[in-house]
């Protein structure tokens, strides 16, 4: 899926919204999350590449970082 700002989802879908597995494109960043979908949410355990090339790496709610991972910065 295209959306109409450019961003890029391809992944997994139900009743017309993202669940489970998928990847996530920021068009106006380049930032990207790959991971897991709930309810048209980053939901579960992903990954999370941010425009500075810092990296988060673990579990997501409601798109949220939620719970236990490691950011890792870059500098």
Known sequence: MIYVN???Y???WSNGQK???GTYI???T???YVGEFKDDYMHGQ???TFV???KYV???KDDDIHGQGTYTYVG
């Open 6 to 8: 450019q961003d890029v």
């Open 10 to 12: 391809s992944g997994n």
């Open 19 to 21: 669940e489970g597995k």
């Open 26 to 28: 920021v068009n106006k």
């Open 30 to 32: 380049g930032e990207k």
């Open 46 to 48: 992903g990954t999370y």
């Open 52 to 54: 500075s090339g810092a």
């Open 58 to 60: 673990g579990e997501f």
